[in-house]
């Protein structure tokens, strides 16, 4: 059943329309690659671009230098990408992560709890918290050019 799960979520993310939400970003505290205990709360007073991710996910490894690029590009602006994986064995999310090369935060959600608070039903889910903890975007899924919504999206929340 899981894997008819995963599958439907790989076919149907492509085809996912980016969608709008609004309220209070749920908190969370996750482990980070480099083992450090991230919170969301923590950074507040920053715009936050949250990418829930999987190795197995073709959309999440072709979205990933993308996510990179703005992170680099918006980062002394005040604006943060964390990554979440979402898979309970860490170990190809490590190799996709060495292969790629990002410097932004990847944190490792194995018991799903984030994703949960968030509703993750597709992979890739990103969505951006404003300066003041609030959920002001959310996307699922992922093609070519959604980069450029988030970038507009990017730039609205860092000059509020």
């Known amino acids: 059943m899981k894997s008819l799960v995963l599958s439907l979520l790989l076919i ?3 085809f996912a329309a980016a969608v709008t939400d609004t ?3 749920a908190n969370f505290t996750l482990k980070s690659l480099t083992g450090e205990n991230i919170r969301l709360s923590e950074h507040r007073g920053e715009v ?13 490894r072709q979205e990933m230098p993308e996510l990179e690029a703005l ?3 918006y980062r002394d602006l005040g604006f943060l990408v964390l990554g979440i994986n979402v898979e309970q064995d860490r170990s190809s ?9 990002v410097s932004f935060p990847v944190l ?4 799903n709890k984030v994703s949960e608070l968030y509703d993750v039903d597709a992979m890739p889910v990103t969505v951006l918290v404003d300066r003041n903890g609030e959920l002001r975007f ?9 980069e450029a919504m988030y970038e507009q999206q990017i730039r609205e ?3 509020e």
């Open 12 to 14: 149907c993310a492509p």
């Open 23 to 25: 309220g209070s970003a």
């Open 48 to 60: 936050v671009l949250i990418n829930f991710w999987a190795s197995w996910c073709g959309p999440c």
């Open 71 to 73: 992170h680099q590009r």
């Open 93 to 101: 999310a490590e190799r996709v992560l060495r292969d790629l090369g």
């Open 108 to 111: 490792f959600d194995d018991d």
């Open 138 to 146: 959310a996307h699922k899924g992922y093609k070519p050019g959604y």
């Open 157 to 159: 929340l860092v000059k």
